[in-house]
């Protein structure tokens, strides 16, 4: 990685600046970092750090629950897109609060935010069927490595709406990371499960790429509200877009689920289930639960960090998903799978490298 420049410095063939060690800029980031930490109260941290748990535990719980759901007999790609999405009360009883002991109002909803909350929220409840298909087809711990490709689109789409600045080693990232799904796309004879075809695997394939690149335009049309429309970020604001983006997603996904008569055949379903109706039962509602988890945790990240850090802990939480699939689920773990999962960590490092060399360069 060759170092960057700063923004709007020329460099001049008699420049008396010796290069930078490696040991010197490490020891800049050291400073850097126990300044940031000095400049916050310790419950910023706490919070900070509690939030980015509940990003890295409760998002693989909810993958991998949505895999159990179809390994074990259920079928719905509905009913599962729909769980995801059940939780969205539990935003409102931590919004709500807000509201009293903050001393703030509800952010007034004109046609511009009410028509961007309603399409962000069309917009999830299709994202999150796109991944239903690719868990019901494919592995966890491959479908995973496939979504880690969010951060790719994250950063294209951010460029091209948001104006989000794109360095060299970003850009590094983004080739590295599609050469990892590349590999994936190599190895796929090795993980296939003997009840999928051959169709139904490219189809999962297909289409966990195309949510990750709806989760990335997502997460940029999702700042662009922000800056656009809200003008402002705090604690309430990030809440309500929130929850209305939620809202909306789930009367979308409930529509779907009411048209394909998907509500009628959970009775079946939880009959067939293997291990009873509990298990069943107990499988949706722990989905519902750990995925809202995970929302609220990159809500705060959201507010307390940047969307940065929020990416960043969005794309780390793939590996360790997939990590825990091998373990928990016994997904299988070929050579050329393990040597995409250490390709998409030195993928995530550039990202993070070029993310911090960004944040300190100056406009």
Known sequence: MQPLLESGGRMDEDSPNPPVSLHARISALKTMAWEEYKSKPISHWILLLLSSAAMLVAFPASSLLSRIYFANGGTSKWIISWVAVAGWPLTALILLPTYFFCKTFPTPLNLKLTLSYAFLGFL??????????????LPASTA????SSSLVFSALFGYILVKNKLNASIVNAIVIITAAMTIIALDSDSDRYDYVTEKQYILGFVWDILGS??????????????????????????????????????????????????????ASEARSFEGGKSSYYL??????????????????????????????????????????????????????????LIVTFWGFGCYIYGSSSGSRDPS
């Open 144 to 147: 995973s490595l496939l979504a």
């Open 283 to 340: 499988v949706l509602i722990w989905s519902t639960i750990t995925f809202q988890l995970g929302v609220l945790g990159a809500t705060a990240v959201l507010f307390l960090s940047s969307t940065v850090l929020a990416g960043v802990l969005n794309a780390v939480r793939v590996p360790l998903t997939s990590i825990a699939a091998v373990i928990l689920l016994n997904d299988p773990m070929s050579g050329l799978k393990i040597l995409s």
């Open 124 to 137: 999830s409840a299709a994202d999150n069927l796109m991944y239903a298909y690719a868990y019901a087809y």
């Open 213 to 266: 690149a709806l989760h990335g335009l997502i997460f940029a049309l999702s700042e662009l509200v922000f800056v656009k429309l809200l003008g402002r970020r705090s604690f309430h604001v990030v809440l309500e877009q929130q929850l209305g983006v939620s809202l909306f997603a789930f009367l979308f996904t409930t529509i779907g689920v009411i048209w394909n008569k998907d509500f009628q055949g959970m």
